[in-house]
């Protein structure tokens, strides 16, 4: 269940009019609902109730400290892909040792700064990657614990760019190979085997790939642990939400889509999971990220313009692609709705920014309720991967944010400063 609704016209974020939010702040501003945030991870929390688990919020999805207090506080772990990202939980009072940390490309700081930091494990994509940990532990006379991210190869039948468990991708190691790898990194120094992790990729709408993928590991999974005595099994993140037919209805069952479709929820999840994971006996992590902040947010923008060309509708809005990328990245479906409900027909609409590329689109000839300049719309579903992707394109400023919590609202990022966008710049010497 998540919490903008319609109230008597009036689109709320919990028990705050979003247009007095605009009004107060200036658009483009990401909202953001802690009510939602903690819907989302108590319901994955209790679906998961029958394993030993620990939930590691995948927070490349949406960074901002006060997200990650919320989650921290529920007693979520994290899922990280950078020093940065660690800095950010540690600075954000997280639990430094609920951290797991994957990617490519650790560097030999990163991988320091995450030792002394005595985070619970590195998601470790490569051989090369173990020796360098094994270096670098050995150097801090650390013990490092690591779990390999094995790639299934099982295709996740989603997006191409958000695919990442089969062979054409550049994630984790094969799965063939897996066993020799564990064998080989039990002789190196200062590790400790601690684990394996897996994860297919993003806005899975079905549970039968994640299915197949477990089905397939968890085999490998009770291989290893016999041998080098695992303490858990990572499944990944992945669960998909709703982005047609986003807005809250008031019905609890808010995914079913218009076309009675239902989307993965936690408790389908774990019922198809649960079953096969139990019998490890290990304990059991996720890394959701979209689930718990995809639908707890909504990103506010203003009506700049109307404009009309022989052939379309442009309505011209003051957020662009830089504040939210992913139409232009990957094709997405963002619902818009307009502030303030509207009655009588649509039109066919294409919501644009103001950046200086084709590419910089919210919809196309989308239905749209009959606006004009100075009307607020919201996109919504925009909680994950929008601001953490902002960019400072066309020296845009990057967007305010603010967490609501009832009927009490707070900014959690001012809007950033037009001049700060070049502070770290400098003209050369010479000129
Ligand atoms: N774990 C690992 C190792 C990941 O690479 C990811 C996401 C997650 C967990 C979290 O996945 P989620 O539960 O959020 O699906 N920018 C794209 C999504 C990129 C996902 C990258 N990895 C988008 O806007 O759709």
Redesign the pocket.
């Known amino acids: 269940m998540h919490s903008f609704r319609y109230v008597k016209g009036q689109l709320q974020c919990e028990g705050v009019a979003l247009a007095s939010l605009a009004e107060k702040h200036g658009t483009p501003l990401f909202v953001y609902s802690q009510a939602t945030l903690t819907d989302h991870y108590s319901k994955l929390d209790r679906a998961l109730a029958p394993l030993d688990h620990l939930i590691c919020f995948?927070m490349?999805?949406n960074s901002n400290i006060a997200v990650i207090r919320t989650l921290a506080n529920l007693g979520s772990g994290f899922?990280t892909v950078s020093a940065g990202e660690i800095q950010r939980v540690v600075d954000a009072g997280g639990d430094a040792r609920k951290c797991v940390f994957?990617g490519v490309g650790k560097t030999e700081e990163e991988i320091a700064y995450a030792l002394r930091q005595e985070i619970y494990s590195f998601?470790v994509e490569s051989e090369a990657e173990l020796k360098r940990i094994s270096k670098v532990a050995v150097r801090l006379r650390r013990i490092a614990p690591v779990a390999v991210r094995v790639n299934p190869n099982v295709d996740a039948g989603t997006h191409a760019k958000?695919t990442?468990g089969t062979y054409e991708n550049k994630f984790g190691i094969a799965f063939e190979q897996i066993e020799g790898v564990y064998a080989r990194a039990a002789k190196l120094p200062n590790l400790r085997l601690r684990g394996l992790q897996m994860?297919i990729g993003?806005?899975l709408t079905d549970v039968k790939p994640f299915q197949l993928a477990v089905e397939k590991v968890v085999p490998l999974v009770d291989r290893l642990n016999r041998k080098h005595g695992f303490d858990f099994f990572s499944v990944?993140?992945?669960?998909g939400i709703v982005y047609r037919d986003a807005l809250a209805s008031g019905d609890p069952a808010w995914w079913l889509t218009k076309e009675g479709k239902k989307v993965l929820t936690p408790q389908t999840y774990a019922d198809k999971l649960v079953p096969l994971l139990k019998p490890l006996g290990l304990k059991i992590l996720l890394?959701?990220?979209?689930?718990l902040t995809g639908n707890a947010g909504a990103l506010l923008t203003r009506v700049e313009f109307i404009k009309k060309t022989g052939k379309k509708n442009f309505v011209i809005v003051d957020a662009a692609m830089n504040d939210l990328i992913?139409p232009a990245f990957?094709d997405?479906f963002h619902e818009i709705v307009p502030l303030k409900k509207k009655a009588g027909a649509t039109v066919s609409s294409d919501v644009v920014g103001p950046i200086c590329e084709s590419g910089d689109y919210f919809a196309k000839d989308r239905p749209l309720a009959k606006v004009g300049e100075g009307d607020h719309l919201a996109l919504l579903s925009a909680g994950?991967?929008g601001s953490v992707?902002g960019s400072n394109y066309n020296s845009r400023p990057l967007a305010a944010e603010v967490l609501v919590n009832g009927t009490k609202s707070a900014v959690v990022r001012r809007r950033q400063e037009i001049a700060d966008i070049w502070e770290n710049e400098q003209t050369a010497p010479w000129q």
């Open positions: 995948a490349k999805s899922d994957a998601n958000i990442t994860h993003s806005q990944g993140g992945g669960i890394e959701p990220g979209r689930f992913r990957y997405s994950a991967y992707m």
